[in-house]
């Protein structure tokens, strides 16, 4: 029997939480897990969620005095991760009529336009990009949401 693969687009306010302790950790760390599980699942991502994802674990290394020593392991960890990944140069002009369509930033209207061209859900655990969904035909999920969908 054949398994389709499922494509998702996942944030940085979703990702990070692979590496601080937030209220959506456990499924997320559940949703990566399932990249190489019985259930295929490709993570997709724009380029600039790995800058994004050095951003808060360096506002952390300054503000709590996390150890940088643990800040560079989880950077390790964040490039290993098994991530489609596209340029932010193929998607500004979507993200850029989107930030203007709904008054996001263009960095969160990114991720939305990278799922549209996918045709993929998006998960977050950001308020504003949750209050659109749907939006033109993407599904704007937090990480427990998505477990629900698919496990239903």
């Known amino acids: 029997m054949t398994t389709t693969l499922r494509h998702l687009v ?13 209220d959506h950790s456990r499924a997320v760390t559940e949703i990566f897990a399932r990249i190489d599980g019985e ?16 951003s808060v674990l360096l506002k952390l ?23 489609s ?3 932010t140069s193929d998607l500004m002009a979507a993200a850029f009529k989107i930030a203007v369509q709904t008054g996001l930033t263009a960095y969160d209207a990114c991720y939305l336009a990278l799922a ?8 977050t655990a950001d308020n ?7 939006f033109e035909g ?3 999920l937090t990480p427990e949401e998505y477990l629900k969908h ?3």
């Open 150 to 152: 698919i496990e239903g």
């Open 61 to 83: 290394a300054r503000r709590i005095k996390r150890p940088a020593a643990e800040v560079q392991s989880d950077l390790v960890d964040l490039a290993r991760l098994s991530l």
């Open 128 to 134: 504003e990009l949750l209050a659109l969904t749907p």
């Open 138 to 140: 993407v599904h704007i």
């Open 116 to 123: 549209q061209v996918l045709k993929a859900s998006l998960v």
């Open 10 to 22: 996942v944030d940085a306010s979703a990702g990070i939480q692979l590496f601080v302790e937030e």
């Open 39 to 54: 259930t295929p699942l490709a993570l997709h991502v724009p380029d600039l969620f790995y800058i994004e994802c050095a």
């Open 85 to 87: 990944v596209m340029s």
